[in-house]
């Protein structure tokens, strides 16, 4: 998990938002780009925010070697919940990058 850190309030809080608890690290690269791995059963999703003045300019979803761009961490959070919650593959389309 190279530099990641277990957060185990944002499972609570993704629960919360999203009716599932995955197991949830996060990693912070810079001050301004944090990576955010969401693990559920077998399937594993990396969600990076890049920020700019603290506030989100970006979010890419990356899941089977596939990354989609999101205008919104919540988003990227909603796809995230989809594939979780999938019981087969499902192909992410890729987006603007």
Sequence with gaps: M???I???EISEVFEE???LKPQVYQQRISATDINTKIISGKKEIVLKE???RGLTKDAF???NGVT???NSVYEAEQEATKIL???EPIEV???EL
């Design 2 to 4: 190279n530099n990641y």
């Design 6 to 8: 277990k957060l185990p």
């Design 17 to 19: 938002l999203h009716g």
């Design 50 to 52: 890049v920020l700019r």
């Design 61 to 63: 979803l990356t899941y």
């Design 68 to 70: 989609t761009r999101f």
């Design 85 to 87: 919650n999938s019981k």
């Design 93 to 95: 389309v890729k987006g």
